[in-house]
């Protein structure tokens, strides 16, 4: 066991709680059930939840590039 | 309109069969084999599996029942966005483990797993059992999506020629999947995702413009459509509602069997997370599928007297078609059912695929046959899943579709029990087996039970917490359940002593070689 390893493998992990946001930022209603602001005549609520699917592989390739060597 | 439509339809649905006989030959290899059947011999690359993975879980019955549901109910039908967002990075780092450790002990299916790793036979019949009963209804609802494209083309719908087109698409769905196994899927699965974009670019260009822009759509959709209703005084109302089914969905996901197949079938555990990582990419077409219903509902296609008969016969399921059939041309109307039916095949034959892997795999292997050959294995697979088909089409045609949708909704439910045994199982191996086994019967029967107080009208079931109305997804309440049981009987269990059973798999199996983390495994 390459001890100098350790400590690093394991504060790359930390990275893995990135991957909480999406999930908090489309799960937690109050956030965005409401229409304004509207954009391209789409009320909020639909082009919040639309963004956030780009949102989510931006967030989860950040992670995949930093932990990439230890999942 | 209907000739020229369904000539294109029957050339790209021809040409997908043609395809999945020739895919035998692709990456050749002995397809004797149950895990180059099964699996497509584990050899497919980032791009292959997110074709598998995305023909997997953006269905036929996606791109009907979506749009339908959002037709229908509005805004709470959206709760598919952040369920597809969210099911991604909830299983980033859990099933790359998944993948090793399966890939050391040659497992087929999720139940191979918790089988060696609880050293319960029974345990891992639990989790195939399970598995099989979530997956039969969901081939049945695909034929749900080729019927009513079906319909659109003019072909009869009832009586015995009605049937006939869903009879031949079938066969041949089943000849290719039993001579070519994954590999027909995977090949096809390209197929219908380049004929979903386009069908999904063309409809969000052209049919806005048609409506005179998403600003007078959503104008001419009932306010009470375009919101959740904000939740009245002493309940969370539609808000837990939404949030518990994008979670209980998201959560269930990936114990599906034809999930795990397609996560097997991946070459290594990197693919695995690059797909985590790339596939929420996918969920912005089915957001914009999802706004179809409400383009539906400006378009006024269950008014148009075209089109009554079909929304007598398939209710909300025709908006999709019928906005297709109002808004392009002849020939692409055929190219978007095309996307639509071939969106069914594809999944129809991974689940066929799932669901004779883990009979062949859980029961005839370990229960009926336990020294059969490979190639024994293999021929198994290959007849069940023509059974599983066959039986798939004698349900969609004999019995009515609200039978369908009702097991499938059961089927969610019944599907996120196993999560336990199968995630919790990847991190530890503390809870004890018999108690696994005691939760997932407390989460099925709970599941269900509530389900049925529902009358299956819906999946949410009104919580009183506290003296606050928590209207909650049902699988959420049973898993939860399921859950305490698991870990208040795995204390008693061990202070009683009773054998906890030899793990087969060893801390080392689940690790990155690479990555010299120590203890935790």
């Known amino acids: 066991m390459n001890a100098s390893a350790e400590p690093r493998t394991i504060s790359r992990r930390w990275w893995l709680l990135l991957l909480l946001v999406p999930v908090i930022a489309t799960l937690w209603v109050p956030w965005f059930a409401h229409v304004h602001p509207v954009l391209f005549g789409l009320p909020f609520f639909y082009w919040y939840l639309l963004a956030w699917a780009p949102g989510s592989v931006l967030c989860s390739a950040f992670v995949y590039f930093k932990t990439r060597d230890v999942i | ?521």
């Not at chain 2, 997110?50 to 749009?67: K, N, R």
């Not at chain 2, 041949?172 to 004929?195: E, F, H, N, P, Q």
């Not at chain 2, 009183?464 to 208040?488: E, K, M």
């Open chain 2, 1 to 521: 309109m209907h000739r020229s439509a369904l000539i294109v339809f029957l050339l790209l649905v021809t040409g997908v069969s043609v395809l999945g006989f020739y895919a035998a030959r692709w990456r050749r290899a002995d397809l004797d084999q149950l895990h180059e059947w099964g699996l497509g011999g584990r050899r497919f690359g980032t791009w292959v599996t997110w074709f598998v993975l995305g023909g997997d879980i953006y269905t036929a019955y996606t791109f009907v029942a979506l749009p339908a549901l959002v037709f229908g109910a509005g805004a709470i039908g959206f709760f598919a966005m952040p369920y597809t967002i969210i099911c991604y990075p909830l299983v980033f780092a859990v099933l790359p483990r998944l993948w090793r450790v399966a890939h050391r002990h040659s497992h087929i299916t999720g139940a191979d797993f918790v089988r060696d790793r609880y050293d319960s036979p029974l345990l891992g019949l639990l989790v195939a059992v399970t598995g099989i009963l979530a997956v039969m209804p969901y081939i049945a609802l695909q034929l749900v999506g080729i019927e009513v494209v079906l319909a659109g083309l003019g072909l009869p719908t009832r009586g015995w020629e009605g049937d006939l087109p869903l009879v031949i698409a079938f066969a041949a769905l089943a000849a290719y999947t039993y001579a070519s196994g994954l590999r027909a899927a995977a090949l096809i699965a390209v197929v219908k995702d380049l004929l979903i974009y386009v069908t999904v670019i063309a409809a969000v260009i052209v049919i806005p413009i048609e409506l005179g822009g998403f600003g007078k759509i959503f104008a001419a959709v009932p306010a009470a459509k375009v919101m959740l209703a904000r939740p009245p005084a002493g309940s969370l109302g539609s808000y837990s509602a939404f949030a518990t089914l994008a979670l209980g969905s998201a959560v269930a996901l990936f114990a599906y069997p034809h999930v795990l197949t397609a996560t097997l079938s991946a070459d290594s555990p990197r693919t695995v997370a690059r797909n985590m990582a790339f596939l929420p990419a996918y969920t912005f077409a089915l957001g914009l599928i999802a706004l179809l219903g409400f383009m539906a509902v400006a378009a006024g296609v269950d008014k148009l007297p075209q089109f009554a008969g079909y929304f007598r016969q398939y209710s909300n399921n025709f908006a999709v078609p019928a906005l297709f059939m109002k808004s392009f041309s002849g020939w692409f109307t055929g190219v978007a059912f095309a996307a639509i039916a071939i969106g069914a095949l594809v999944p129809a034959a991974i689940m066929s695929i799932a669901a004779s892997n883990l009979w062949t795999r859980n029961i005839y292997r370990q229960y009926l046959h336990p020294d059969c050959s490979g190639a024994q294995e293999a021929r198994q697979a290959k007849r069940v899943s023509l059974v599983v088909k066959f039986g798939a089409l004698v349900f969609a045609i004999a019995l009515p579709t609200s039978y369908a949708i009702n097991l499938q909704l059961l089927g969610s439910i019944w599907i996120i029990q196993t999560v336990p045994a199968l995630a919790f199982g990847l991190y530890t191996r503390w809870f004890h087996r018999w108690a696994l086994a005691v939760g997932w019967l407390a989460g099925m029967v709970l599941g269900t039970w509530m389900e049925a107080l529902l009358r299956f009208k819906g999946t949410v079931y009104p919580l009183r917490l506290l003296g606050t109305v928590v209207p909650t997804y049902i699988a959420v309440t049973a898993v939860v359940v399921n859950i305490v049981v698991a870990t208040a009987l795995t204390l008693v269990f061990r202070a009683l002593g009773i054998a906890a059973g030899t793990d087969r798999t060893a801390p080392a199996d689940y690790r990155n070689a690479a990555a010299r983390v120590g203890g935790d495994g």
